[in-house]
Protein backbone atom coordinates (compact mmCIF):
# COMPACT_ATOMS: atom_id res chain seq x y z
CA UNK A 1 0.00 0.00 0.00
CA UNK A 2 1.48 3.50 -1.04
CA UNK A 3 2.01 5.39 1.90
CA UNK A 4 3.65 9.10 0.55
CA UNK A 5 3.20 10.79 -2.69
CA UNK A 6 5.27 12.92 -5.02
CA UNK A 7 5.67 16.76 -4.97
CA UNK A 8 7.32 19.11 -7.67
CA UNK A 9 10.42 20.93 -7.30
CA UNK A 10 8.39 24.28 -7.19
CA UNK A 11 6.09 22.80 -4.37
CA UNK A 12 9.75 21.99 -2.14
CA UNK A 13 10.53 25.26 -2.91
CA UNK A 14 8.35 26.98 -1.57
CA UNK A 15 7.95 24.40 1.73
CA UNK A 16 12.16 25.57 2.21
CA UNK A 17 10.81 28.97 2.70
CA UNK A 18 7.36 28.63 4.71
CA UNK A 19 8.91 28.96 8.90
CA UNK A 20 7.06 25.67 9.41
CA UNK A 21 9.15 22.52 10.27
CA UNK A 22 10.29 20.37 7.43
CA UNK A 23 13.15 17.60 6.85
CA UNK A 24 14.78 17.57 3.69
CA UNK A 25 16.24 13.90 3.28
CA UNK A 26 18.71 12.49 0.60
CA UNK A 27 18.25 8.17 0.96
CA UNK A 28 21.42 7.91 -1.54
CA UNK A 29 24.74 6.91 -0.14
CA UNK A 30 27.38 8.90 0.72
CA UNK A 31 29.43 8.91 -2.43
CA UNK A 32 26.40 9.78 -4.93
CA UNK A 33 24.86 12.81 -2.40
CA UNK A 34 28.14 14.17 -2.43
CA UNK A 35 28.47 14.07 -6.00
CA UNK A 36 25.61 16.85 -5.87
CA UNK A 37 22.92 17.65 -3.81
CA UNK A 38 20.30 20.25 -2.61
CA UNK A 39 22.25 22.64 -0.27
CA UNK A 40 19.80 22.27 2.54
CA UNK A 41 19.14 18.29 2.31
CA UNK A 42 20.72 16.11 5.32
CA UNK A 43 22.42 12.42 3.92
CA UNK A 44 20.63 9.68 5.48
CA UNK A 45 21.86 6.84 3.48
CA UNK A 46 19.33 3.95 2.89
CA UNK A 47 22.21 1.49 3.89
CA UNK A 48 21.69 2.97 7.30
CA UNK A 49 18.52 4.57 7.24
CA UNK A 50 16.37 2.89 10.67
CA UNK A 51 19.65 3.32 12.21
CA UNK A 52 20.06 7.26 12.15
CA UNK A 53 16.36 8.28 10.72
CA UNK A 54 15.00 8.12 14.05
CA UNK A 55 17.25 10.66 15.84
CA UNK A 56 17.66 12.88 13.05
CA UNK A 57 14.04 13.49 12.65
CA UNK A 58 12.37 12.29 15.92
CA UNK A 59 8.87 13.46 15.05
CA UNK A 60 6.59 11.21 13.79
CA UNK A 61 4.44 13.69 12.13
CA UNK A 62 7.07 15.66 11.12
CA UNK A 63 6.46 16.66 7.32
CA UNK A 64 9.48 15.00 5.76
CA UNK A 65 10.36 15.35 1.78
CA UNK A 66 13.01 12.49 0.46
CA UNK A 67 15.30 12.46 -2.26
CA UNK A 68 16.39 9.14 -3.73
CA UNK A 69 17.91 7.25 -6.42
CA UNK A 70 16.65 5.93 -9.60
CA UNK A 71 17.05 2.43 -9.93
CA UNK A 72 17.01 0.12 -12.45
CA UNK A 73 14.19 -1.79 -11.41
CA UNK A 74 11.84 1.07 -11.68
CA UNK A 75 11.37 1.83 -7.84
CA UNK A 76 13.70 4.23 -6.53
CA UNK A 77 15.36 4.29 -3.10
CA UNK A 78 13.23 6.82 -1.80
CA UNK A 79 10.32 4.68 -2.53
CA UNK A 80 11.71 1.77 -0.62
CA UNK A 81 13.09 4.76 2.21
CA UNK A 82 9.06 5.48 2.31
CA UNK A 83 7.42 2.48 3.14
CA UNK A 84 10.14 1.58 5.75
CA UNK A 85 9.57 5.36 7.36
CA UNK A 86 5.85 4.43 7.32
CA UNK A 87 6.48 1.27 9.01
CA UNK A 88 8.24 3.17 11.85
CA UNK A 89 5.16 5.96 11.83
CA UNK A 90 5.98 8.62 10.04
CA UNK A 91 2.80 9.80 8.43
CA UNK A 92 4.13 13.45 6.45
CA UNK A 93 6.77 11.62 4.17
CA UNK A 94 6.24 13.01 0.46
CA UNK A 95 8.98 12.16 -2.46
CA UNK A 96 10.75 14.78 -4.85
CA UNK A 97 9.45 13.79 -8.39
CA UNK A 98 12.69 13.24 -10.40
CA UNK A 99 15.37 14.03 -7.66
CA UNK A 100 17.88 15.71 -7.14
CA UNK A 101 18.40 15.87 -11.37
CA UNK A 102 14.53 18.11 -11.24
CA UNK A 103 15.80 20.44 -8.75
CA UNK A 104 18.39 21.05 -10.93
CA UNK A 105 16.78 21.12 -13.94
CA UNK A 106 14.33 23.85 -12.01
CA UNK A 107 17.35 26.01 -11.34
CA UNK A 108 17.83 25.09 -8.02
CA UNK A 109 22.14 24.41 -7.49
CA UNK A 110 23.10 21.20 -6.53
CA UNK A 111 26.15 21.09 -4.06
CA UNK A 112 29.45 18.54 -4.12
CA UNK A 113 30.73 17.43 -0.69
CA UNK A 114 28.98 16.70 2.43
CA UNK A 115 28.42 19.32 5.73
CA UNK A 116 28.24 21.56 2.89
CA UNK A 117 25.94 24.43 5.32
CA UNK A 118 28.60 24.36 7.94
CA UNK A 119 31.35 24.70 5.34
CA UNK A 120 29.86 27.82 3.60
CA UNK A 121 28.68 29.15 6.78
CA UNK A 122 32.25 29.53 7.94
CA UNK A 123 33.52 30.81 4.73
CA UNK A 124 30.58 33.58 5.26
CA UNK A 125 31.83 34.19 8.68
CA UNK A 126 35.37 35.31 7.60
CA UNK A 127 34.14 37.50 4.95
CA UNK A 128 31.21 39.05 7.21
CA UNK A 129 33.37 39.33 10.68
CA UNK A 130 36.69 40.29 8.76
CA UNK A 131 38.44 36.64 10.51
CA UNK A 132 42.29 37.58 10.34
CA UNK A 133 44.27 34.74 9.14
CA UNK A 134 47.71 33.54 9.10
CA UNK A 135 49.74 31.63 5.60
CA UNK A 136 51.89 28.42 6.22
CA UNK A 137 54.95 30.03 5.16
CA UNK A 138 54.55 33.07 7.88
CA UNK A 139 53.52 30.87 10.77
CA UNK A 140 56.74 28.51 10.23
CA UNK A 141 59.18 32.09 9.80
CA UNK A 142 57.84 32.68 13.37
CA UNK A 143 58.04 29.82 14.93
CA UNK A 144 61.61 29.29 13.55
CA UNK A 145 62.14 32.95 15.33
CA UNK A 146 61.07 31.85 18.50
CA UNK A 147 58.38 34.10 18.61
CA UNK A 148 55.52 34.05 21.68
CA UNK A 149 52.64 32.68 19.91
CA UNK A 150 50.87 29.56 20.38
CA UNK A 151 48.88 26.85 18.03
CA UNK A 152 45.63 25.52 19.32
CA UNK A 153 44.75 22.71 17.23
CA UNK A 154 40.78 22.71 17.47
CA UNK A 155 39.90 19.76 15.72
CA UNK A 156 39.19 16.27 18.12
CA UNK A 157 41.65 14.85 19.56
CA UNK A 158 41.50 11.93 17.41
CA UNK A 159 42.38 13.83 14.64
CA UNK A 160 44.89 16.33 15.77
CA UNK A 161 46.87 12.74 16.87
CA UNK A 162 47.26 11.63 13.39
CA UNK A 163 48.84 14.38 12.38
CA UNK A 164 49.11 18.31 13.33
CA UNK A 165 51.48 21.28 12.70
CA UNK A 166 54.25 21.55 14.93
CA UNK A 167 54.21 22.38 18.20
CA UNK A 168 50.33 22.95 18.08
CA UNK A 169 48.26 22.28 21.78
CA UNK A 170 45.06 20.23 21.13
CA UNK A 171 42.09 22.19 22.10
CA UNK A 172 38.74 21.02 20.76
CA UNK A 173 36.55 23.58 19.36
CA UNK A 174 33.89 24.41 22.06
CA UNK A 175 36.85 24.02 24.76
CA UNK A 176 39.10 27.31 23.26
CA UNK A 177 37.00 29.97 24.97
CA UNK A 178 36.59 27.52 28.16
CA UNK A 179 40.13 26.56 28.65
CA UNK A 180 42.07 30.03 27.01
CA UNK A 181 43.41 31.40 30.38
CA UNK A 182 45.00 27.93 31.21
CA UNK A 183 46.60 27.88 27.86
CA UNK A 184 47.74 31.10 26.85
CA UNK A 185 48.96 33.11 30.10
CA UNK A 186 50.06 35.98 27.88
CA UNK A 187 47.91 39.00 26.35
CA UNK A 188 50.97 39.41 23.93
CA UNK A 189 51.09 35.90 23.10
CA UNK A 190 49.98 35.88 19.31
CA UNK A 191 47.22 33.07 18.78
CA UNK A 192 46.74 30.68 16.07
CA UNK A 193 43.72 28.16 15.54
CA UNK A 194 44.59 25.36 12.73
CA UNK A 195 42.16 22.67 11.65
CA UNK A 196 42.28 20.21 8.19
CA UNK A 197 41.27 22.83 6.05
CA UNK A 198 39.54 26.06 7.19
CA UNK A 199 36.25 25.80 8.34
CA UNK A 200 37.23 25.18 12.42
CA UNK A 201 40.13 27.33 12.12
CA UNK A 202 37.72 29.88 11.19
CA UNK A 203 35.27 29.17 13.42
CA UNK A 204 37.61 28.97 16.69
CA UNK A 205 39.43 31.81 15.80
CA UNK A 206 36.13 33.77 15.74
CA UNK A 207 34.74 32.45 18.48
CA UNK A 208 37.79 33.70 20.73
CA UNK A 209 37.50 36.99 19.35
CA UNK A 210 33.94 37.56 19.22
CA UNK A 211 34.45 35.88 23.69
CA UNK A 212 36.46 38.59 23.96
CA UNK A 213 40.26 37.53 24.73
CA UNK A 214 43.13 40.19 24.63
CA UNK A 215 44.77 38.17 22.26
CA UNK A 216 45.89 38.75 18.55
CA UNK A 217 43.76 36.00 17.05
CA UNK A 218 44.34 34.52 13.69
CA UNK A 219 43.15 31.65 11.63
CA UNK A 220 45.88 29.35 10.10
CA UNK A 221 44.94 29.88 5.94
CA UNK A 222 43.83 26.33 4.87
CA UNK A 223 45.20 24.78 8.54
CA UNK A 224 47.39 21.38 7.83
CA UNK A 225 46.50 20.77 4.12
CA UNK A 226 48.14 23.74 3.33
CA UNK A 227 51.09 23.42 5.94
CA UNK A 228 51.85 20.45 3.83
CA UNK A 229 51.02 22.07 0.67
CA UNK A 230 53.66 24.30 1.27
CA UNK A 231 56.03 21.68 1.92
CA UNK A 232 56.23 21.96 5.64
CA UNK A 233 56.56 18.81 7.75
CA UNK A 234 53.80 17.90 9.97
CA UNK A 235 53.78 16.18 13.23
CA UNK A 236 52.02 12.83 14.75
CA UNK A 237 50.75 11.52 18.31
CA UNK A 238 49.14 13.18 21.28
CA UNK A 239 51.99 15.34 21.65
CA UNK A 240 50.25 18.03 23.71
CA UNK A 241 46.78 18.03 25.14
CA UNK A 242 44.91 20.65 26.61
CA UNK A 243 45.17 19.41 30.66
CA UNK A 244 42.86 19.79 33.79
CA UNK A 245 40.33 23.22 33.83
CA UNK A 246 41.81 25.83 36.10
CA UNK A 247 39.62 27.71 38.53
CA UNK A 248 41.20 30.66 37.25
CA UNK A 249 40.44 29.70 33.37
CA UNK A 250 36.70 28.72 34.38
CA UNK A 251 35.91 31.85 35.66
CA UNK A 252 37.58 34.17 33.08
CA UNK A 253 35.69 32.17 30.96
CA UNK A 254 32.00 32.44 32.36
CA UNK A 255 32.48 36.08 32.42
CA UNK A 256 33.38 36.12 29.00
CA UNK A 257 30.52 33.46 28.07
CA UNK A 258 27.87 35.90 29.66
CA UNK A 259 28.94 38.48 27.77
CA UNK A 260 28.85 36.81 24.31
CA UNK A 261 25.02 35.57 25.02
CA UNK A 262 24.27 38.90 25.91
CA UNK A 263 25.67 40.52 23.01
CA UNK A 264 24.40 37.98 20.15
CA UNK A 265 20.63 37.30 21.90
CA UNK A 266 21.30 33.10 23.29
CA UNK A 267 18.32 32.59 25.23
CA UNK A 268 18.70 30.39 28.54
CA UNK A 269 15.93 28.64 29.53
CA UNK A 270 15.24 26.30 32.56
CA UNK A 271 15.10 22.54 33.09
CA UNK A 272 11.40 23.09 33.63
CA UNK A 273 11.13 25.10 30.10
CA UNK A 274 13.12 22.01 28.33
CA UNK A 275 10.71 19.27 29.95
CA UNK A 276 7.33 21.63 28.69
CA UNK A 277 8.87 21.73 25.02
CA UNK A 278 9.98 18.29 25.36
CA UNK A 279 6.09 17.10 25.85
CA UNK A 280 4.86 19.57 22.97
CA UNK A 281 3.77 17.19 20.31
CA UNK A 282 3.60 20.09 17.65
CA UNK A 283 7.21 20.74 17.45
CA UNK A 284 10.14 19.13 17.33
CA UNK A 285 13.26 19.55 20.49
CA UNK A 286 16.77 18.84 19.90
CA UNK A 287 18.68 18.16 23.52
CA UNK A 288 22.50 18.09 22.92
CA UNK A 289 25.33 17.48 25.25
CA UNK A 290 27.98 19.49 24.21
CA UNK A 291 30.76 18.83 26.81
CA UNK A 292 33.54 16.39 25.60
CA UNK A 293 33.20 12.63 24.86
CA UNK A 294 34.59 11.30 27.41
CA UNK A 295 32.41 13.77 30.19
CA UNK A 296 29.39 12.67 28.24
CA UNK A 297 30.45 8.88 28.00
CA UNK A 298 30.51 9.24 32.11
CA UNK A 299 26.95 10.98 32.86
CA UNK A 300 24.58 11.75 30.84
CA UNK A 301 21.61 14.10 30.93
CA UNK A 302 18.71 11.80 29.88
CA UNK A 303 17.81 12.00 26.54
CA UNK A 304 20.81 13.82 25.43
CA UNK A 305 22.75 13.13 22.12
CA UNK A 306 26.76 13.98 22.94
CA UNK A 307 28.19 15.79 20.47
CA UNK A 308 31.41 18.37 20.96
CA UNK A 309 30.37 21.85 20.61
CA UNK A 310 32.69 22.20 17.72
CA UNK A 311 31.48 19.27 16.13
CA UNK A 312 28.01 20.46 16.29
CA UNK A 313 29.17 23.41 14.12
CA UNK A 314 31.17 21.53 11.82
CA UNK A 315 28.39 19.02 11.23
CA UNK A 316 25.25 20.27 12.20
CA UNK A 317 23.34 18.28 9.27
CA UNK A 318 24.50 14.71 10.96
CA UNK A 319 22.35 15.24 13.82
CA UNK A 320 19.90 17.72 13.19
CA UNK A 321 17.58 17.40 10.07
CA UNK A 322 14.32 19.28 10.98
CA UNK A 323 14.19 22.76 10.05
CA UNK A 324 12.32 25.16 12.18
CA UNK A 325 12.95 22.60 15.35
CA UNK A 326 14.31 23.87 18.81
CA UNK A 327 17.72 23.13 19.42
CA UNK A 328 18.14 23.29 23.32
CA UNK A 329 22.23 22.82 24.23
CA UNK A 330 23.43 21.44 27.66
CA UNK A 331 26.63 22.11 29.75
CA UNK A 332 27.43 21.68 33.27
CA UNK A 333 29.50 25.19 32.81
CA UNK A 334 27.48 26.93 30.45
CA UNK A 335 30.25 28.86 28.45
CA UNK A 336 30.69 25.45 25.70
CA UNK A 337 26.91 25.72 24.95
CA UNK A 338 27.03 29.77 25.15
CA UNK A 339 29.97 29.56 22.20
CA UNK A 340 27.91 26.60 20.35
CA UNK A 341 24.81 28.45 21.04
CA UNK A 342 26.05 31.89 19.39
CA UNK A 343 26.78 30.30 16.01
CA UNK A 344 23.98 27.86 15.96
CA UNK A 345 21.76 30.96 16.02
CA UNK A 346 23.77 32.61 13.07
CA UNK A 347 23.56 29.84 11.03
CA UNK A 348 20.02 29.95 11.44
CA UNK A 349 18.48 27.43 14.25
CA UNK A 350 16.44 28.16 17.43
CA UNK A 351 19.34 27.63 19.72
CA UNK A 352 19.01 27.64 23.11
CA UNK A 353 21.21 27.32 26.32
CA UNK A 354 20.27 25.01 29.60
CA UNK A 355 22.12 27.50 31.60
CA UNK A 356 24.42 25.29 33.96
CA UNK A 357 22.77 22.30 33.56
CA UNK A 358 22.01 20.98 37.17
CA UNK A 359 25.17 18.24 38.45
CA UNK A 360 22.03 16.54 39.16
CA UNK A 361 20.59 16.11 36.40
CA UNK A 362 23.53 15.31 34.31
CA UNK A 363 23.63 11.86 36.54
CA UNK A 364 22.36 9.03 33.83
CA UNK A 365 25.34 6.65 33.26
CA UNK A 366 25.65 5.93 29.55
CA UNK A 367 23.37 2.89 28.30
CA UNK A 368 24.74 -0.09 26.13
CA UNK A 369 23.40 -1.14 23.24
CA UNK A 370 22.45 -4.71 23.45
CA UNK A 371 23.73 -6.44 20.17
CA UNK A 372 21.97 -7.80 17.58
CA UNK A 373 21.15 -11.53 17.41
CA UNK A 374 23.27 -13.62 14.91
CA UNK A 375 25.19 -16.71 14.69
CA UNK A 376 29.01 -16.62 15.80
CA UNK A 377 31.83 -17.27 13.44
CA UNK A 378 32.03 -20.46 14.15
CA UNK A 379 28.70 -21.23 12.59
CA UNK A 380 29.52 -19.11 9.70
CA UNK A 381 32.51 -21.28 9.07
CA UNK A 382 30.73 -24.46 9.02
CA UNK A 383 28.28 -23.31 6.80
CA UNK A 384 30.69 -21.64 4.51
CA UNK A 385 32.15 -25.34 4.23
CA UNK A 386 29.25 -26.72 3.34
CA UNK A 387 28.44 -23.92 0.31
CA UNK A 388 26.51 -20.83 1.69
CA UNK A 389 27.96 -17.99 0.32
CA UNK A 390 29.29 -14.49 1.84
CA UNK A 391 28.34 -11.04 1.47
CA UNK A 392 30.23 -8.15 3.04
CA UNK A 393 28.11 -4.99 3.69
CA UNK A 394 30.60 -2.98 5.32
CA UNK A 395 31.89 0.36 4.10
CA UNK A 396 34.01 -0.16 0.80
CA UNK A 397 37.32 1.17 2.02
CA UNK A 398 36.74 -1.57 5.15
CA UNK A 399 35.74 -4.35 2.64
CA UNK A 400 39.08 -3.56 0.82
CA UNK A 401 41.39 -3.52 3.62
CA UNK A 402 39.95 -6.87 5.08
CA UNK A 403 36.85 -8.99 4.49
CA UNK A 404 36.09 -12.79 4.33
CA UNK A 405 37.46 -15.03 2.19
CA UNK A 406 35.15 -15.08 -1.09
CA UNK A 407 32.28 -12.68 0.31
CA UNK A 408 31.06 -10.37 -2.38
CA UNK A 409 30.88 -7.05 -1.59
CA UNK A 410 27.13 -5.28 -1.74
CA UNK A 411 25.02 -2.18 0.07
CA UNK A 412 21.81 -1.94 0.87
CA UNK A 413 20.98 0.25 -1.90
CA UNK A 414 22.16 -2.15 -4.31
CA UNK A 415 20.76 -5.50 -3.63
CA UNK A 416 18.87 -5.85 -6.99
CA UNK A 417 23.04 -5.96 -8.13
CA UNK A 418 23.86 -9.25 -5.93
CA UNK A 419 25.40 -11.57 -8.52
CA UNK A 420 22.78 -14.32 -9.31
CA UNK A 421 25.31 -16.78 -7.76
CA UNK A 422 24.95 -15.83 -5.04
CA UNK A 423 21.54 -15.36 -4.64
CA UNK A 424 21.08 -19.00 -5.53
CA UNK A 425 23.38 -20.48 -2.57
CA UNK A 426 21.55 -22.54 -0.70
CA UNK A 427 22.53 -20.28 2.48
CA UNK A 428 23.51 -16.31 2.21
CA UNK A 429 25.98 -14.88 5.33
CA UNK A 430 26.04 -11.33 5.69
CA UNK A 431 29.32 -10.08 7.23
CA UNK A 432 29.51 -6.73 8.39
CA UNK A 433 31.15 -4.54 11.73
CA UNK A 434 28.27 -3.04 12.56
CA UNK A 435 25.75 -5.33 13.37
CA UNK A 436 22.80 -2.68 12.92
CA UNK A 437 23.73 -2.53 8.91
CA UNK A 438 24.15 -6.06 8.26
CA UNK A 439 20.68 -6.33 10.09
CA UNK A 440 18.95 -3.69 7.96
CA UNK A 441 20.89 -5.66 4.27
CA UNK A 442 19.33 -8.82 5.92
CA UNK A 443 15.91 -7.88 6.22
CA UNK A 444 15.63 -6.41 2.69
CA UNK A 445 17.59 -9.26 1.37
CA UNK A 446 15.53 -11.63 3.21
CA UNK A 447 12.62 -10.36 1.12
CA UNK A 448 14.35 -10.61 -2.37
CA UNK A 449 15.22 -14.11 -2.01
CA UNK A 450 12.97 -15.82 0.22
CA UNK A 451 15.05 -16.53 3.54
CA UNK A 452 17.89 -18.13 3.70
CA UNK A 453 19.27 -15.26 5.24
CA UNK A 454 21.60 -15.02 8.67
CA UNK A 455 23.92 -12.12 9.98
CA UNK A 456 27.41 -13.16 11.42
CA UNK A 457 28.44 -11.20 14.51
CA UNK A 458 31.57 -9.34 14.95
CA UNK A 459 34.45 -7.97 12.62
CA UNK A 460 37.71 -8.61 11.06
CA UNK A 461 39.41 -9.39 14.37
CA UNK A 462 36.97 -11.79 15.97
CA UNK A 463 36.38 -13.46 11.86
CA UNK A 464 40.12 -13.88 12.01
CA UNK A 465 40.76 -15.18 15.84
CA UNK A 466 37.66 -17.86 14.44
CA UNK A 467 40.14 -18.80 11.83
CA UNK A 468 38.09 -17.29 8.86
CA UNK A 469 40.40 -16.81 5.79
CA UNK A 470 40.63 -12.74 4.83
CA UNK A 471 41.26 -11.05 2.59
CA UNK A 472 42.36 -7.71 1.25
CA UNK A 473 41.41 -6.72 -1.95
CA UNK A 474 42.74 -2.57 -3.05
CA UNK A 475 41.07 -2.80 -6.37
CA UNK A 476 38.17 -4.30 -5.32
CA UNK A 477 35.17 -2.87 -5.51
CA UNK A 478 36.20 -0.98 -8.41
CA UNK A 479 36.18 2.71 -8.06
CA UNK A 480 32.22 3.10 -10.11
CA UNK A 481 30.85 0.69 -7.39
CA UNK A 482 31.30 2.82 -4.16
CA UNK A 483 28.81 4.79 -3.91
CA UNK A 484 29.73 5.18 -0.35
CA UNK A 485 32.82 6.52 -0.87
CA UNK A 486 33.65 10.52 -2.07
CA UNK A 487 36.68 10.64 -3.46
CA UNK A 488 37.96 14.10 -4.10
CA UNK A 489 36.89 14.05 -0.27
CA UNK A 490 38.97 12.06 1.07
CA UNK A 491 41.83 11.64 -1.16
CA UNK A 492 43.40 14.89 -0.20
CA UNK A 493 43.81 13.10 3.43
CA UNK A 494 46.40 10.59 1.47
CA UNK A 495 49.28 12.50 -0.04
CA UNK A 496 47.04 13.70 -2.95
CA UNK A 497 48.58 17.39 -2.99
CA UNK A 498 45.72 18.52 -6.30
CA UNK A 499 42.68 17.13 -3.92
CA UNK A 500 44.12 18.88 -1.44
CA UNK A 501 44.25 22.18 -3.21
CA UNK A 502 40.48 21.73 -4.88
CA UNK A 503 39.09 20.93 -1.48
CA UNK A 504 40.48 23.99 -0.11
CA UNK A 505 39.33 26.23 -3.18
CA UNK A 506 35.88 24.33 -3.11
CA UNK A 507 35.47 25.60 0.47
CA UNK A 508 36.61 29.59 -0.29
CA UNK A 509 34.20 29.40 -3.48
CA UNK A 510 31.16 28.11 -1.51
CA UNK A 511 29.72 31.87 0.01
CA UNK A 512 29.60 32.29 -4.00
CA UNK A 513 27.82 28.93 -4.54
CA UNK A 514 25.03 29.62 -2.10
CA UNK A 515 24.93 33.20 -2.98
CA UNK A 516 23.42 35.73 -0.40
CA UNK A 517 23.68 34.23 3.08
CA UNK A 518 20.02 34.09 3.43
CA UNK A 519 19.63 31.34 0.77
CA UNK A 520 21.17 28.88 3.42
CA UNK A 521 19.16 30.55 6.04
CA UNK A 522 22.37 32.33 7.99
CA UNK A 523 21.65 35.33 10.25
CA UNK A 524 25.36 36.77 10.58
CA UNK A 525 25.34 39.20 13.49
CA UNK A 526 29.23 40.99 13.48
CA UNK A 527 30.05 43.01 16.57
Given at each position: ???????????????LEDGAEIALIDVREEGLFGAGHALLACNVPYSRLELDFPALVPRRTTRVVLIGEERPDGRSTAERAAERLAALGYTGVQLLAGGSAAWQAAGQPLFQGIYVPSKAFAECVELAFHTPTIEA???????????????????????????????????????????????????????????????????????????????????????????????????????????????????????????????????????????????????????????????????????????????????????????????????????????????????????????????????????????????????????????????????????????????????????????????????????????????????????????????????????????????????????????????????????????????????????????????????????
Open positions: MTTYHYIEPATLARWAELYRLQQQGADLIVLDSRTTAEYARYHVPGAISCPGAELVLRFDDLVKSPATQVVVSCAGRTRGIIGAQALINAGVPNPVRALQGGTQDWKLAGLAIESGATAVHGALGEAAQAAARVRGDDLARRFDVPEISLEQLHAWQADDGRTTYLFDVRSPAEYGAARLPGATGVAGGQLVQTLDKWVATRGARVVLADDLGVRAQVTAHWLRQLGWDAVVLRHAPEQAIAVAADKAAPAAAISAEEALALLAAGAAGISVDASADYRAAHPRGAVWSNRSRIDALPQAVRDAKALLVFAADGGVAQLYARDLAQAVAGRVQVVAGGAAQWRAAGMALDSTPELPADAQRIDFLFWLHDRHTGNSAASRAYLAWEAQLPQAIGSPAQAGFRLTPH
